[in-house]
Structures are given as structure tokens and as C-alpha cells.
């Protein structure tokens, strides 16, 4: 009887430490990934603090009416709807469907 109690407290002790390994390198595999996570999430709230900081100086009202003054002096036309592309795609063709017409001028420069 002593010999078949000492079996299971081996059997039960052996299945406790391998449980016990095998959860602590899932929780080392778990610590590593929050580590880099927590190492992306600081360098993402430095890039967040610089561009709060840009977008307080853009802001500004000064910084603003000195670009609106710098702004008012082009002329701006509204688009025509066919230079008004939907797609990368559709861009392409109406690309290669253009044509480059030469002036005469510019013929007689590149004969010289």
C-alpha cells in the first residue's frame, strides 16, 4: 500500500512541475510581448506629444493670419471635373491619351 501511495505522490508531483514550467514560459512568452507593446505605446505617445506641440504653433492665431496673408495672394480656379480622377487607374489612361503639341518656337530651339 505504501508502495502504490508513493506512485501517485510521484505521478501527482511530476504533473504539478512540468504544469508549472510549461505556465512559466507562457508567462515569460506573455511578459516579452508586453514589453514591446508597452516599448511601441511610449515611442507612439512621443510622436503624439511632437505633434500636439506642432499643431498648438500652427494654431496660433498669429501663425494662422500670417499664413492666410501668405495664401491670399494666389489665385485659385476651380477644377474642371475631368481633371478629377476616381482611381490610380484612371489617372494612368487619361495620361496616356494626352498629347504634348509643340509650338513652332519650340521646334526651331531644339534644331539650333
Do not use: C, W
Amino acid at each position: 500500500m505504501s508502495k502504490g501511495k508513493l506512485i501517485i505522490s510521484i505521478g501527482i508531483f511530476s504533473i504539478l512541475i512540468g504544469t508549472t514550467s510549461v505556465i512559466k514560459t507562457q508567462s515569460r512568452i506573455i511578459e516579452k510581448k508586453i514589453f514591446k507593446t508597452e516599448k511601441k505605446i511610449k515611442i507612439i505617445e512621443k510622436d503624439l506629444h511632437e505633434t500636439e506641440l506642432d499643431y498648438s504653433y500652427l494654431a496660433t492665431p498669429k501663425n494662422l493670419s500670417k499664413i492666410i496673408k501668405d495664401l491670399s495672394f494666389i489665385d485659385y480656379v476651380p477644377m474642371d471635373f475631368s481633371r478629377i480622377y476616381m482611381s490610380y487607374k484612371d489617372f494612368n489612361e487619361a495620361q496616356k491619351k494626352m498629347t504634348i503639341l509643340k509650338t513652332n518656337n519650340e521646334k526651331t530651339k531644339k534644331k539650333n
